[in-house]
């Protein structure tokens, strides 16, 4: 079993052998049951439009139909797509297709993230593009990367239950797919994109070629517009 590493209620850090993946996360909330709305996040997430939190957990909350909910992510292939319908992306500067497994070209193209992250960083006038208030939620019915999620602490069992379900058939702890497309298809649970939340993720692992380029975008970002918070740090 994971060494558990206690900051209060309903928070938590874990150590645990390699193999088990992210899986002691949900374990913990099941048996610890939190009465609430529980956000993952991906330790590279870069970027935070932190004033729509509230409504973002709001959400989830309070759409019951709904079992886990992303925020429009800035570097993920679906969100992408939407975002340039809704005109956030110009098509002159890249262009992003439908991704049918919910990931899409972006997940493995290193070139095209550094463009992207370069255009959110550009200017203020870029990112207010990304803040799409209507519509607020687009369903998928497949995977998707889960670098910013939100699930009800009600739900973090059915989360656990895909993942061992996933381990006796693939013989892996794999939560990303099991708590979206295996909890879709076995467990018939609705998810969706929560448009108005903004957040950048930096990179994939097959996008790390550009990584360092990426990360130096925002730490001079940082740098410069949060100097106040960053000052001695970066």
Not at 25 to 48: H, L, M, Q, S
Not at 120 to 130: C, D, G, I, V
Not at 162 to 181: C, N, Q
């Amino acid at each position: 079993s994971g060494l558990i590493n206690y900051y209060g209620k309903g928070r938590a850090s874990f150590w645990w052998p390699a193999q088990r993946g992210y899986s002691e996360y949900y374990k913990y909330y099941t048996d610890n049951p939190y009465d609430g709305v529980i956000i993952k996040a991906d330790d590279d997430t870069v970027f935070v439009n932190s004033t729509m939190i509230p409504s973002f957990a709001r959400y989830i909350w309070q759409h019951k139909e709904i079992f886990l909910l992303s925020a429009s992510v800035v570097n993920q292939g679906l969100c992408a797509y939407y975002q340039q319908k809704h005109n956030a992306i110009p098509k002159s500067y890249e262009t992003f297709s439908y991704a049918r497994n919910g990931m899409g070209d972006l997940q493995t193209n290193g070139t095209q993230a550094f463009r992207l992250h370069s255009y959110f960083l550009a200017s203020e006038e870029n990112r207010a593009r990304f803040y799409i208030k209507e519509p607020e939620y687009y369903r998928f019915t497949f995977t998707i990367n889960i670098n910013f999620v939100a699930i009800r602490g009600e739900d973090m069992h059915v989360a656990w239950e895909m993942i061992l379900k996933k381990l006796v058939v693939e013989k892996r702890y794999y939560d990303e797919g099991a708590i979206t497309w295996d909890a879709i298809r076995w467990g018939r649970k609705q998810m969706g994109i929560y448009m108005p939340m903004v957040v950048a993720h930096a990179t994939y692992s097959h996008q790390l070629k550009m990584e360092r380029k990426i990360l130096s975008l925002w730490t001079e970002w940082a740098k410069k517009e949060r100097a106040d918070f960053y000052k001695g740090i970066l």
